[in-house]
C-alpha cells in the first residue's frame, strides 16, 4: 500500500503564490510519476502538473503554466507544486496523486493509483 499526504494549501488573495507538497511511502518502488490535480465545486477532476521521475519530465495544462512550477525531490519521493499568480479561478481542491506504471497518457487520474486527501486553495478576488 502507498500512503500519499499533501500538506500546504490554504487562502491568498488573486495574485499572491502557495506552494503545495506531497509525500508518498510505504513501498520501495521507483514511481512512474507523481502530479497534482484539482477539482472546484460542480466540476470534473482535471489534471494540473505532473512530474515523471525516469524521463525527468514535467507537464503542465495550459491553464497554469508560467504560473505553476512542479519540482521533485527523488530520494523522498516527494513533489511540489509552486503556484504563483493565483486568480480566483484557481480556486479548487487539490489532489496529489502517484502513478507506479508507465501510461501513455499523464493528464488521465486513471494512470494514478494512489492519491492524497486533497488540500483546499481558496483564491480570494
Known amino acids: 500500500q502507498v500512503h500519499v499526504v499533501e500538506s500546504g494549501g490554504g487562502l491568498v488573495q488573486a495574485g499572491g503564490s502557495l506552494r503545495l507538497s506531497c509525500a508518498a511511502s510505504g513501498r520501495s518502488f521507483s514511481l512512474y510519476a507523481m502530479g497534482w490535480f484539482r477539482q472546484a465545486p460542480g466540476k470534473e477532476r482535471e489534471f494540473v502538473a505532473t512530474?515523471?521521475?525516469?524521463?525527468?519530465?514535467?507537464y503542465y495544462a495550459d491553464s497554469v503554466k508560467g504560473r505553476f512550477t512542479i519540482s521533485r525531490d527523488d530520494a523522498k519521493n516527494t513533489v511540489y507544486l509552486e503556484m504563483n499568480s493565483l486568480k480566483p479561478e484557481d480556486t479548487a481542491v487539490y489532489y496529489c496523486a502517484a502513478a507506479p506504471y508507465y501510461s501513455a497518457s499523464v493528464i488521465r487520474p486513471s494512470t494514478y493509483d494512489y492519491w492524497g486527501q486533497g488540500s483546499q486553495v481558496t483564491v480570494s478576488s
Open positions: 512530474a515523471t521521475w525516469r524521463s525527468s519530465s514535467t
